[in-house]
């Protein structure tokens, strides 16, 4: 008799179930029990775009929150090392980030970190940069802040939709096209600052398996939009980070968040319906799919404690068996991005394990929203 994907899993379960007894009883140390968060933020500004600012106000209490509660704030590249390492993140660690360079960054958010001596990380998509375009920093200003611990990262040439080919482009043109905006963006970083460290921020939070694979050819580790923490099976290609912009980032939301642990998994998969027979490779579905999330936990007992949300559409529904958890959405999903978010108490006040799933949506013919 053939056997459900569930039942393949049972042993994994059962071997699961031990684990969390025995660390029950001090004899086994969850690598969970330690994490760090990566704060993403574009405009530090009252005069920016809502959807991707938090005004100078709202930044400044967020570091306030970190600084009262203890968080210790260390470069991002510190945090890569200890993944690719296999080291433990020391439990209340952050790593601040900005994407796109704007100028307030500069203006606004360099004063606040600079009294508090501690490190950031800007991604820099260098087109507009060397275009001198208005509300960017330049090159002058990222030096400046470089000089007070500003790590300048990748975010690109053109900030570009990476994973997307262009009106009759083949895909050896795109993987070029891509290659170049890449490298080159690296270049002018390492001739205007000096820096090389080889992390990029996905413009947008993009991403699909091509995308992923060329980073990873081209020796860069690679950050998301998709909110998290990192934790020991965090994918070097695709790592989560908390955005704060928009509707996210009361102080509420920001303290929930940097306080997050790693969901303790051992495994995900993608699957196109709750049969978990037909697998998905990609985090790109058409319009009108209701793909599966299945999660492997380490901990069986966690399992019944977790819920999962889908943008758009409040809590979906979940299925457990032994130490794994499927779940998917409500309603067919539309054009877009759209994330799962899975959390579950740890059992400490206010905390949560968490763990995020980004989907890329396209129309029923494979057009994207927003053509380039």
């Known amino acids: ?64 929150y970190l600084a009262n509660h203890d968080f210790t704030v260390v470069p991002l590249e510190q945090l890569v090392s200890a993944l690719k390492a296999g080291e433990a993140l020391p439990d209340k660690t ?36 060397d275009e001198n375009k208005p509300g960017f920093a330049s ?6 802040m470089a000089e007070q611990g500003a790590t300048i990262a990748n975010h690109s040439t053109a900030h570009n939709h990476l994973q997307r080919f262009k009106a009759g482009e083949s895909a050896s043109e795109w993987r070029e096209r891509i290659r170049h905006e890449i490298v080159k963006a690296e270049q002018r970083i390492e001739e205007e600052t000096g820096q090389n460290h080889k992390m990029l921020a996905y413009p947008y939070g993009e991403y699909n398996n091509k995308v992923k694979a060329l980073l990873e050819e081209l020796g860069f580790v690679a950050f998301g939009q998709q909110s998290g923490p990192l934790g020991p099976h965090s994918d070097l290609r695709a790592l989560p980070r908390f955005p704060f912009g928009g509707p996210y980032g009361s102080l509420e939301d920001f303290a929930t968040k940097v306080k997050t642990r790693p969901m303790p998994l051992t495994e995900t998969a993608l699957y196109s319906d709750w049969s978990l027979e037909q697998p998905l490779d990609e985090v790109v579905v058409k319009e009108g799919a209701r793909p599966v999330l299945a999660m492997t936990l380490e901990d069986a007992s966690l399992a019944d404690r977790i819920s999962c949300f889908a943008s758009g559409q409040g809590a979906i529904e979940t299925r457990v068996e032994g130490n794994t958890v499927a779940t998917r959405a409500n309603k067919p999903l539309t054009p877009g991005r759209t994330r799962y978010n899975c959390t579950a108490g740890t059992g400490e006040s206010g905390r949560f394990f ?3 799933q980004q989907w890329l949506v396209t129309g029923e013919n494979g057009e994207w929203q927003h053509e380039n």
């Open 1 to 64: 008799m053939k056997r459900t994907w569930f039942q393949r899993k049972w042993l994994l379960g059962f071997s699961a179930v031990a684990a969390s007894l025995l660390a029950a009883v001090g004899l086994v140390q969850s690598p969970s029990a330690t994490a760090a968060v990566v704060l993403q933020y574009h405009h530090v500004s009252e005069d920016s775009p809502p959807s991707t600012s938090v005004t100078p106000e709202r930044f400044e209490k967020h570091m306030d």
């Open 94 to 129: 952050a790593a601040i980030t900005f994407d796109d360079a704007y100028e307030s960054v500069y203006t606004h958010a360099l004063p606040v970190l600079k009294k508090r001596d501690w490190p950031f990380t800007v991604f820099v998509n260098t087109n507009p940069l």
């Open 139 to 144: 090159w002058d200003q990222l030096r400046q």
């Open 354 to 356: 968490w763990f995020s």
